[in-house]
């Protein structure tokens, strides 16, 4: 294996990483607040669908990657709606949620051919294998590597963090200490579905594909198992989005990397998900927020 | 067994799980739904009411229209029940897609390297791999949980993306037929025969419903069905009264996947008579709804399964006789599904502090 | 409070209850399980809304939508159950709540500055930095009342603020409480302990059924005659003492140690136990001392570090409950509807879960022989006085003190060599605490050996032949009942041996 093979495998890797980095962030911040945002693949493929649109009516890519963010945060009011409002399964309606909206047909054939241009940073993508790898990315590559710490921050150095911790680890404590647990999950639901949903936008952004049925290809899940072996940390949800856009990109390699080359495509493809499996296995220790899935009724509520 | 088979007694019981007032709140939000539906097809500038014709029209209109939705049933029923006992154990088991299709896999391979056998043999044969293949498949989903820990949810949806890509294999690479997105034709002795040619209904219907009563026996009338019930409730005291949760747990995976399996493979020798690309219309995903809106009770799986099925069947002729695309369907399942859940006619019990 | 009325469904929890609180006064609110205690103070502090009456603070008449809108009038609860979060530090579950959401930074090191200045001029001593999860419950108390005290509370509610608490725990409250009376706060105890009132309180108003009783000052009552308002009648006797007879050893505990499984720290440590037949050893300590993980180890659900445990001879060190219950093991746990129950279950299927799980009530093939389960359910039922005696009733539908009946008729109806009952009158009325007492000495006079897991001292007492005080999982006082010593139990409880009681008593509190 040589270094150009070695360089582009990660170079992709974190291109390809971006949607499900951005996704991963917003999971954690919901699942921090204790909602199992299980309906992230909708809300991707719904931001995907958005970006298409916006790119097929001539608006421009970045015209779709902001559209996601309204339509994000509407995503995330209705899906608040029914957990937090309604007390229904989180994880039932999440599934159902995820897997009712890929509207098959409706979508189908938004194509689009442009795709964001890559930015190389001055001085920095002049580094050798590092530049190249890190610094010659999408610029929503680079927002999604620069929302991980401030996700950090807000989750850890605000009273805002501070609360839908405790909303996600018990809120009954956050009850009596006088905030609004459902306002808590609400606002954490709709932050978290705007950066999902903007994830979701960015994958039309870099892959160029267009929109096609199902294009997210359960990346949204994906990230789910990202939040759980970067343990609700967004510098470990880093490291865990890049695994997965690795070994995405080596498909793209996989030719080139002669012996390899015989397996069949299908082999390769289901990398990334024989990955998150193993992830998953390996980050058995791994502890959800304690309320994290539960409904929660206010006290003093019908009972 | 002896002389007393089930009577009436018996399936009046079975019948009886859901309570009328959430069956009445469940029609409620059915009506709700198409509501809300035929204003939004109103919006689109379309006659609501030519649609609802359309689809019941399509799906219950004439026999071969009935008989058509029958064997859309049997698929979402089978992994309606899929969904529905693992649910009970509060077991999120959403890999159904995956175990249907490891089952159709195992059925075209057994079918297409066994040599040839006589129907009655063969037939038999196939499904029993179909089978073991979806118990195993399902099976290290819940190996991964007891074991390790891993999240049921995440693992049996990566390998419902396996499982595809296994079966895609088998079509581009195995099997391959040409230009066809299918593998080569299973022999004809493999087909199931058709019990209802007027409808087209093959054996495939009475295979489902006699496997629903097979699940509602494991549920109600056997040890395990009732621990698969006490350990959804209430894991914890269910340990402590000795139950094997682990075992129970790998037990219900494996369980919920010969259905699946099954569901796989009478795909592939029914009308298909071969693994096609795209086999499945998401039956796998939407058995979760079957399951729920049949609120976890195996009797109630296959009328909830022919609603589904009639929506999913009825909505293909949508296109040609209003301006409405077929998906139409699917967005009317999900608005159901989720005024369901919203109106809180679906709801686990969950046992204090059981969180994963 | 001015004729406070709730009602829950058909049930009257407060019926027009007058409540007068002065001060600088320590109030105690005395009743029984269901008198209406916690509903009244909910509604005092903003939890729940009355249906009818009023509250007045400081003359003004109020309306409390919310426990920020009480808190705002300077009064605030601490719960039985804290309402803390086990991951979050000391500090942080001190501040939470006390600025607005939108507030952007939060400063964790000035946050910890701040809840030391509060607990120095309260004199309630933390460490802000501390995770909750990692300190005892006294200090979590205190990290309760300092929470009400940093958003400003005058008034403390408190629900029973001693019932996980040992002498020593107890004893510092008190104390506490009486630092915080001369500094112009008041605090409202709910208790049910009689002597608690006349320890610290300066009045008492007594409920029952919903209802007032009377308000006492103190010095103008004696406790016989709060019990009597209490419940009602005079307080039953206890059942009387048979000697011990002392039959072969069946449980034989030999070196066992248990990890806390959140901790992971040892809870129990080298622990050596033995309980004969006819005999019942009672086990007391402070909540926290590894008292549950001993009876969570010895039902089989909680993996033991190292150790044996010996049924008649059989190591069942390593067997699931199941093998336990086959080799003659009998369990009543300590919460009984997270242990015990499948409250969403029928009664039938409840007392059928452990045969089931050793694959019995089976019928030709492998189907459940469904009339006999209920036929078999309907007997124990009716031998063991449950109400309703449905087997078709799900257990959620049952009082606490007939659940416990259902548990101990399936634990019994096993015929058990060795009951484990923890806390097993636990939140039960009198009536019930009568029944369970009986049950268990009637398992220890057919020749059953209990071992009995309390922190009531009376209980421990009035049931055991034998007795031994757990301290950090470590037996610290052993003694056989008849001359065991009240004050040396409630010393050792607290961790002080007799030696060096005197020299520093309460010393044990500050190792925290």
């Known amino acids: 294996m040589n270094s150009t093979i070695v360089i582009s495998v990660f170079a992709t890797g974190i291109a390809l990483m971006t949607p499900v980095l951005w996704a991963a962030l917003g999971e954690a911040i919901a699942e921090r607040a204790g909602v199992l945002n299980i309906g992230i693949e909708g809300v991707m493929l719904f931001g995907a669908l958005v970006c298409a649109w916006a790119i097929r009516e001539g608006a421009g890519i970045w015209t779709g990657l902001l559209l996601a963010i309204p339509v994000g945060a509407v995503l995330g009011l209705a899906l608040a709606y029914l957990w937090v409002s309604r007390g229904a399964d989180q994880i039932v309606s999440g599934i159902i949620g995820a897997t009712s909206l890929l509207f098959d047909e409706f979508l189908k054939g938004v194509g689009v051919v442009t795709s964001l241009d890559e930015i190389s940073i001055p001085l920095l993508s002049d580094i050798p294998w590092i530049g190249e790898i890190v610094f010659q990315q999408p610029s929503v590559t680079y927002l999604a590597l620069l929302a991980a710490p401030l996700v950090f921050l807000l989750l850890n150095r605000t009273w805002f963090g501070l609360y839908i911790r405790s909303a996600g680890e018990k809120p009954r404590a956050t009850e009596t200490a006088g905030l609004s647990v459902p306002a808590l999950r609400y606002t954490a639901v709709v932050v978290s579905c705007v950066l999902i949903c903007f994830g979701g936008a960015s994958l039309i952004a870099i892959t160029s594909g267009g929109f096609v049925t199902n294009v997210t290809a359960g990346q949204g899940f994906v990230a789910l198992a990202i939040v759980v072996l970067g343990r609700w940390n967004p510098f470990l949800i880093v490291g865990g989005a890049l695994l997965f856009g690795v070994s995405q990109a080596l498909q793209f390699q996989a030719q080139s990397l002669g012996f390899l080359s015989s397996l069949p495509p299908e082999a390769w493809l289901s990398l990334p998900y024989l990955v998150t499996i193993v992830a998953v296995v390996v980050a058995k220790s791994s502890r959800y927020p304690n309320a994290c899935g539960v409904p929660f009724t206010p006290a003093g509520a019908a009972r | ?356 | ?512």
């Open chain 2, 1 to 356: 067994m002896s002389g007393d088979a089930p009577g009436r007694g018996l399936l009046t019981r079975a019948l009886s799980t859901p309570d009328p007032r959430a069956l009445a709140t469940g029609v409620m939000a059915l009506l709700g739904t198409i509501v809300v539906v035929s204003l939004m097809v109103a919006a689109l500038g379309e006659d609501p009411f030519a649609a609802i014709r359309t689809i019941i029209e399509g799906s219950f209109g004439d026999t071969t229209a009935f008989g058509q939705t029958l064997m859309v049933a049997v698929p979402l029923a089978l992994c309606g029940a899929a969904a529905a006992i693992p649910f009970t154990a509060r077991l999120w088991n959403v890999g159904a897609e995956g175990q249907m299709h490891i089952g159709a896999f195992a059925a075209v391979a057994v079918a297409l390297t066994l040599p040839a056998l006589p129907g009655p043999v063969f037939i038999p044969l196939i499904l029993l791999g179909a089978i073991v293949a979806g118990a195993l498949w399902a099976g290290l989903a819940g190996v991964l949980k007891t074991a390790f820990g891993a999240n049921e949810v995440i693992v049996t949806l990566m390998l419902n993306f396996v499982a595809i890509l296994i079966a895609t294999y088998a079509i581009t690479g195995i099997w391959p037929q040409g230009v066809a997105p299918s593998t080569e034709q299973v022999p004809d002795s493999t087909v199931l025969p058709v019990v209802w040619s007027g409808a087209n209904v093959s054996l495939a219907l009475p295979i489902a419903l006699a496997a629903l009563v097979a699940a509602w026996v494991l549920m109600s009338r056997t040890g395990l069905g009732l621990q698969i019930r006490s350990i959804g409730l209430n894991p914890f005291a269910s340990l402590m009264n000795g139950m094997r949760v682990q075992t129970v747990t790998v037990a219900t995976f494996a369980i919920a996947g010969t259905f699946a399996g099954l569901a796989g493979a009478m795909e592939v020798i029914g009308e298909n008579k071969a693994l096609v690309t795209n086999f499945s219309a998401n039956y796998g995903y939407l058995g979760i709804a079957v399951a729920l809106v049949a609120r976890l009770a195996p009797a109630w799986i296959f009328p909830s399964a022919v609603l589904f099925a009639a929506l999913q069947v009825g909505s293909q002729s949508l296109p040609a006789s209003t301006g409405i695309p077929t998906s139409f369907g699917q967005i009317i399942i999900a608005a159901f599904v989720l005024g369901l859940l919203g109106a809180r006619v679906i709801r686990l019990r969950y046992a204090e502090g059981a969180v994963q």
């Open chain 3, 1 to 512: 409070m001015l004729g406070i009325t709730k009602r829950f469904g058909p049930v009257t929890a407060c019926d027009g209850i007058d409540f007068v609180l002065g001060r600088g006064e320590v109030h105690c609110l005395l009743g029984e399980n269901g008198a209406g205690k916690t509903t009244l103070m909910s509604i005092l502090f903003g939890l729940i809304p009355p249906d009818d009456g009023q509250i007045i603070v400081d003359g003004t008449s109020v309306q409390f939508g919310s426990p920020r809108d009480a808190l705002n009038h300077g009064i605030g609860m601490v719960h039985q159950h804290f309402m803390l979060v086990p991951e979050f530090t000391v500090a942080e579950n001190v501040v939470l709540g006390s600025r607005p959401a939108w507030t952007p930074r939060f400063d964790r090191a000035a946050a910890e500055e701040e809840v030391r200045e509060v607990a120095r001029t309260s004199g309630l001593e933390v460490d802000p930095r501390a995770l909750i999860r990692d300190i005892p419950v006294d200090v979590q108390q205190r990290v309760e009342i300092l929470k009400l005290l940093y958003r400003g509370a005058k008034v403390l509610i408190l629900d029973e603020p001693t019932a996980s608490l040992g002498p020593a725990g107890i004893k510092s409250l008190f104390e506490g409480l009486a630092t915080l009376r001369e500094q112009g706060h008041s605090a409202i105890l709910i208790t049910h302990k009689l002597t608690e009132v006349t320890a610290v309180a300066d009045g008492v108003t007594v409920l029952r059924g919903g209802r007032l009783q009377g308000s006492f000052r103190q010095g103008n009552t004696d406790e016989a005659e709060l019990a009597r308002a209490m419940t009602g009648g005079d307080i039953a006797a206890l059942p009387v003492r048979r000697a011990a007879s002392g039959g072969e050893v069946v449980l034989r505990v030999r070196g066992l140690t248990v990890k806390d499984t959140v901790t992971g720290r040892n809870a129990v440590e080298d622990l050596d136990l033995e309980v004969a037949a006819g005999e019942i050893v009672g086990i007391a300590g402070v909540e926290g001392n590894g008292q549950r993980e001993l009876a969570d180890a010895l039902a089989g659900v909680l993996a033991p570090e190292s150790g044996t445990i010996l049924l008649d001879d059989a190591d069942i060190t390593a067997m699931p409950p199941r093998a336990r219950h086959a080799a003659g093991l009998g369990v009543i746990p300590e919460d009984r509807l997270r242990w015990g129950l499948v409250a969403d279950l029928t009664l039938a299927e409840n007392l059928a879960l452990s045969d089931i799980s050793r694959g019995g009530l089976r019928r030709r093939g492998r189907l459940l022989d469904l009339d006999g389960m209920q036929a078999r359910a309907a007997e124990l039922l009716e031998t063991y006085g449950v109400r309703p005696p449905n087997p078709k009733a799900r257990a959620s539908q049952l009082s606490g003190g007939n659940q416990q009946k259902v548990v101990i008729a399936r634990e019994m109806s096993r015929q058990p060599r060795l009951l484990v009952a923890a806390q097993p009158t636990r939140g039960l009325d009198v009536g019930a605490i009568d029944y369970v007492h009986r049950q268990i000495l009637d398992m220890r006079d057919r020749g059953g050996a209990v071992l009995l897991v309390t922190n009531e001292l009376e209980e421990l007492i009035a049931l055991s032949d034998r007795i031994a005080v757990m301290y950090r999982g470590r037996f610290v006082y052993r003694a056989v009942t008849a001359d065991a010593d009240v004050d040396a139990i409630a010393m050792a409880m607290a961790g002080i041996s007799p030696e060096d009681a005197d020299a520093q008593p309460g010393a044990a509190m500050e190792v925290a």
